[in-house]
Every structure is written in C-alpha cells, then in structure tokens.
C-alpha cells in the first residue's frame, strides 16, 4: 500500500534527518525459473510499494523523486539466485517492500563460467544480474526492472606483482577472497543504465595517492606496501544512469573492514581517501566525474563514525566534502554504540531463528549520500525493524545489513 512521504528538514551530522511510518504488509514470494529471461524484461506493471518509487523507467522528464536503495546483501552467490531458500526469499520481500527505482547491491557473486575474466569487467547480461531482477519483478508492486549490471573486481583474485620472497603475504592477493567472482556488486534499475559509459576501477596503485597511508603502515608495523599494488579491494564502481533528462551516477564502493589484519586499517581508509580524490578530480590515472555531476554514494564502507577500528577520520573524508550531503536515516531499531538509531548493521544476523541483536555487536557501515548537485533527500529511512515485532525475522533472515533507501529530488 503505498503511503505518503513524511519529510523534516535535514539536521546535523548523526541527526535525524526524516521518517517513514510503515505499514506491515504480507507478501508472499512468486516462483521464478532457474533460467531467467535474457531479455530482462517482464510484463507486469503497478503502482509502487511502500513509499517507494515506481518510475516508468521511459525517456520523458523524469519522476519528481527517484528512490535509490543500498543493501548488502550477505554473500549473495550463485547457489542462492537459482535456489530457493529462505534468505534470497526473505531479501526479495525486503527489497520489493520499499520499492526502490535504483537498486545497489554488495557482496554479490559474478557468475564465472569457466576462465575468469579480468578484473574491472563489467557485465550488462549476467546471469546472475538477470536471476536477481527477475526475482524482484516476481514480487514488486511497481514497474518492472529492465536493467541490470554486475561487475567482477579484485576479490579472489592473485595479484601477478606478488614477491613471495619481500612481500608480506597479504599482498598475494589483489583483493581477499577464497575465490573470484566473489563480493562483487550489481546494480538493478528502471533506468537505462548507460553500461557503456560504466567504470569499475581496480587497478590504481596504492602508493600512487597523494596523502595515502603507505608510510604510517610501515611506521607503526615493519610492512612496506609494495609498488603498483592496487588500492581497491573489489573496485570503485562508478555507473551512470539516465533518469529523464539527467544522469545519476551512482559511486558504489565496499572495502573490506578495517580488522583481522594490520595492513587492513590503513588500506581501508585510503580506500575512502581514494573516493574523496575521485571526487575532487584527482584520482590518479581515472577521468573525473563531469562538472556538476549528479551523483549518489552508495555502499557498505565498513566504518562507523564513532565506533569500530577504522582509523579517526575515515569517515569524515566524506562526511566533509563540500559535493556530499552526509545524510543517514536515524529510524533504526538498532540498540548498540553512541548513535544506535543509525547501526546499518547486525553481527547477529543472518539468521532464521531472529536473535535478539544487542548481544552481539552492531554498527553503522552503510551509506547513501547524494550530491548537492541533487539536494537533500525528501526523505530516507532504513529497514531495521523493532526486534520485538514479526518485521525482524524477515529483516534478520536476509541479511547482517539492513537497507537504506532515499528519495533524491529529480
């Protein structure tokens, strides 16, 4: 059922910036083919979900607003798209409740069928990419998805500069992962997405940024970043997309938490470092963003403001850029660390038996920021359900992260 927008004006950093009352509704899944259309398209049409979206997906005007949705969705792989399971389902439902007009995914599985292709692919007709949409067109209210995007990054991938006899062996891998194709991302839309036009960055070097950590690594720990090693973990994907008569380009990003190893910290936050300098124009080797772009910051960064191990200030690269909006719904259920109406994410999760989330830990690590060239959202929220209501079995049973959603004025 849809419902009316309920919009406040932007606060400070770590405010409350809007809300969304919601209706609990019950959907219930549609089964889909293990072999989805290449094509891409369905016949189904409707009027939008929950305050979502709903876009035509046509080449006039554009909407008033335009929903634009982030969500990790855990280890979201092959298995899960041509199975049926509880999980793929319960993120399905999730998804189609809020009805998002662009949809940006993380941890997704880049379907490899026999020699992988190089890193910095970017795939228009994968597999998975069409097994994901049409799972979504099964259930949504609104327009149908007709486009899609997948990419295959660093993640899994050996890194061929890799010197077992002075280099630590971490940077044996371009990216970590027990196998390629792995947490890569795909992007769904009513859009066109302009594939052509799309970027996945992975091959910067590190040691190639201008302020990077390479030094302070070496200070604090013995470890010399050894040259050409690629800052990106999966990639910075970077994917245009024409809505009427402009262009969203959404910046996706995911790199790995700054934990579990002692390089991790100083290479996340270059990461992060490596997206300001991309928006500044001074990305090494990479074409900045045109002027006055239209662009939204999508993605699980893997830092908290105020708590968790990255180093101080990661955050704020972001945060205090003058072409970013910092906006974060603060409507979550979360109950846990200095702002817990704004944790994206819940260690306790995934899991079917909806565990009670403030017995393990949880943080803020997701983000949708839009550009000034936009403008402050109309309203934004969060999928992390009260634990106490039957909402938090479907939201613990998809995923350890939560979806974000955001109505960027158009």
Known sequence: MPLPHQVTPLGPRHKPIAALTLLSAMFMIIGCSDEPSQSGTTTSSG????????????????????????????????????GVGPQIEAAVQVVTRFNPDVLAVNEFQYDVEGTPPPPGTINGSGLNGA????????????????????????????????????????????????????????IISRYPILAD????????????LEGHSGEALELATGITVPEDYPLFAKGL???????????LHVIANHPFPPIAHVV????????????????????????????????????????????????????????????????????GYGSVGHTPEQNTQASACPSSS??????????????????????????????????????????????DHMLLWADLPW
């Open 197 to 208: 036009q799309a970027r996945l960055i992975v091959d910067v070097p590190w040691l190639a």
């Open 47 to 82: 009027s939008g979900g929950a305050g979502g979206g709903g876009g035509s997906g046509g080449a006039g005007a554009g909407p008033h607003s335009l929903r634009v949705a982030q969500y990790n969705i855990y280890f979201l792989d092959t298995s899960k798209l041509t």
């Open 131 to 186: 097994r994901l949409m049409d799972r979504l067109n099964g259930l949504t209210q609104g327009a149908p998805y007709t486009h899609h995007l997948i990419t295959f990054g660093n993640s899994g991938v050996s890194w061929s500069g890799y010197d077992g006899a002075t280099d630590d062996p971490y940077f044996s891998a371009a990216g970590e992962g027990s196998t390629p194709g792995m947490f890569n991302y795909a």
């Open 354 to 399: 909806a565990p009670d989330p403030s017995t393990e830990n949880q943080f803020q690590l997701d983000y949708l920021m839009p550009s000034t060239s936009i403008g402050e959202p109309l309203g934004t929220g969060m999928f992390f359900p009260d634990p106490t209501s039957t909402d938090w079995a479907l939201a613990c049973e998809a995923s």
């Open 264 to 331: 991790r910290p100083y290479r996340h936050h270059d990461e992060i470092l490596g997206m300001k300098l991309l928006l500044d124009g001074n990305l090494p080797g990479v074409d900045p963003l045109p002027p006055d772009a239209r662009f939204v910051i999508a993605g699980d960064l893997n830092v908290d403001p105020d708590d968790g191990d990255a180093l101080p200030g990661t955050i704020d690269l972001l945060f205090d850029h003058p072409l970013v909006i910092p906006s974060q719904p603060s409507d």
């Open 237 to 247: 994907l970077i994917v245009p997309i024409q809505v009427g008569d402009h262009v």
